[in-house]
């Protein structure tokens, strides 16, 4: 039995629990337990599934949660972490580098080990959309918002920004600053997640275009707070830098934890392409597992 497999890419960590290797059960609470770094194995999110026996060829469902217990709809460094996870389970049927799907709250998303020892993976996230009904955006009177939000007004305590909001399985809001840090992250990166115009929260990029071909984000996600990478902002900012007009149609987008590849097809279409590896895998001690029976029992 093996309780949980830990991945991190580029920094952005994950837990993944398998039903086919353990009984653990997960819920918000324990989800909040197992990703907590001081009592738990600690991650930025856990990844549950596969939810059925995985067969060739059909589409393999998975759920993910943030590190604060909610749901998220899709990760793109989550993909390719579980995409690594199933070919370690099975490299006969999964680690061959034929292209496969995994299918979250989202949508279907196909994956391809590249490189299955330097642990690089492809993942395909879809079109992003610009409009404030798929974020959903409220206006400042708390009424639904309409129309593009490709620019943004939007009051953040004393600031007024101008932002890019998009939906791309999951919702973000890009904004583009002089120099993003960490503190900028940390400190603006609450306010703007926890916006009451964005009524399910929003992942938060602070966007600095380097070049047409690079850029540079830090990263403060829903449910996850400040993170070293993120598949998905990545990919966002790389959108919205498109949208823009800032860059080309292939990007380094560079991040404290490491750099991934993002390129966006003419029907705007985004390709993920980034490194990960597992970092750990085991048992829960029984008091854990307790806790996390408790907390399982609690939530039904
Ligand atoms: N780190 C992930 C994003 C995880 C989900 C996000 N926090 C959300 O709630 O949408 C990634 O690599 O995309």
Known sequence: MTDF????????DYVVIDPRCTDVPVSPESVRLVCDRHFGIGADGVLYGPLEEP???????????????????????GLRMFALHLAER????????????????????????????????????????FDAAALPLLDEDGTPAEGPTLSVPLTVGERKLTVTALHNGNPHTVVPVAEPTAELARSLGPEIAGHARFPLRTNVQFLRVVSRSVLEIEVYERGAGYALASGSSACAAASAARE????????????????????????RSVTLTGESQQVASGVFAPALRARLARAAEAAR
């Open 5 to 12: 497999f830990k991945y991190q890419a580029l920094g952005n």
């Open 244 to 267: 823009l007009g800032l860059c080309d149609d292939r990007v380094e987008v560079r991040m404290p934890g490491g750099s991934v590849t993002v390129t966006i097809a003419p029907d």
């Open 90 to 129: 099975e490299p006969g049927t999964w680690a061959g580098g034929e292209p496969f799907t995994l299918r979250t709250a989202a949508r279907d998303s196909p994956v391809q080990i590249l490189d299955r020892a330097a642990g690089v993976v492809q993942v395909g996230l879809g079109k992003p959309v």
């Open 55 to 77: 067969r060739p060829g059909v589409p393999v469902p998975l759920a993910l949660f943030n590190s604060d217990g909610s749901v998220c709809e899709r990760s793109g460094n």
